[in-house]
């Protein structure tokens, strides 16, 4: 089964602090991608960060980097020096490699208290 | 380079009735796939096409179909509209193949309620 597991509904950081969001997946496909999106109020998901699973080296994009464990199944996101721009809903995705078939988590609904 | 056009933004139509959301993917992309959103299941996915034809397929019964244009626009369909139908609908594209590395770009959907 493809399942996508986001354990947090909500989070709270105060500004400029870090935060880290959770997302384990469970897949038997041997070559995937992973993904955080941020989809805030305006409704459009946005591409935060993309991982390769067969990369050992974990995914990193200005403030926002990935602890990638591939045994474990597990895919956290960490946002550094968090901003109010950064509160959203944030979705953990992953797909096989050669297919796109996205399969989401729940979703985790993060405050930015200023 | 203009992004994902989903219309209409916002539908409103009764049960039992039909609808069809358009898609206009970003220029030079070729796969196009489609996503329900509901807060009770979240984001599912329903299909995706490539060169007009469907490529995968979710676990939607057969009331949802889509299909492919020349120029890669998409339309998605949904006949007999249910209560439960009420969701964000949201497309997606991206360029073809493993070079492309599956990234995904979204619109900003469409919202529909069904009374």
């Known amino acids: 089964a493809q399942t996508v597991t986001q354990s947090q509904p909500e989070m709270s950081v105060q500004e400029a602090e870090t935060v880290t969001l959770s997302c384990t997946y469970d897949?038997?496909?041997?070559?995937?991608?992973l993904f955080w999106y941020k989809q805030p109020p305006s409704r459009q998901m946005i591409l935060v960060i993309r991982q390769e699973a067969y990369k050992q080296q974990n995914a990193t994009e200005n403030r926002f980097s990935v602890n990638f464990q591939k045994a474990a199944k597990s895919f956290s996101l960490k946002i550094s020096d968090s901003q109010l721009g950064d509160a959203a809903m944030y979705f953990c995705a992953h797909t096989p490699y050669n297919f796109n078939k996205f399969y989401f988590g729940s979703g985790t609904k993060l405050n930015v208290k200023p | 380079k203009a992004g994902v056009t989903q219309t209409p933004r916002y539908l409103i139509k009764t049960r039992g009735q039909q609808v069809t959301l358009s898609c206009s993917p970003i220029s030079g992309h070729r796969s196009v796939s489609w996503y329900q959103q509901t807060p009770g299941q979240g984001l599912q996915f329903l299909f995706e096409?490539?060169?007009?034809?469907?490529?995968n397929k979710g676990n939607f019964p057969g009331r949802f179909s889509g299909r492919q244009f020349s120029n890669s626009r998409s339309e998605m369909n949904v006949s007999t509209l249910e209560l439960g139908d009420s969701a964000l609908y949201l497309c997606a594209s991206s360029l073809p193949g493993v070079g492309a590395k599956n990234i995904q770009y979204f619109g900003a959907g469409t919202r529909l309620s069904v009374l």
């Open positions: 096409y490539f060169s007009e034809t469907q490529r």
């Open positions: 897949t038997s496909e041997s070559d995937y991608y």
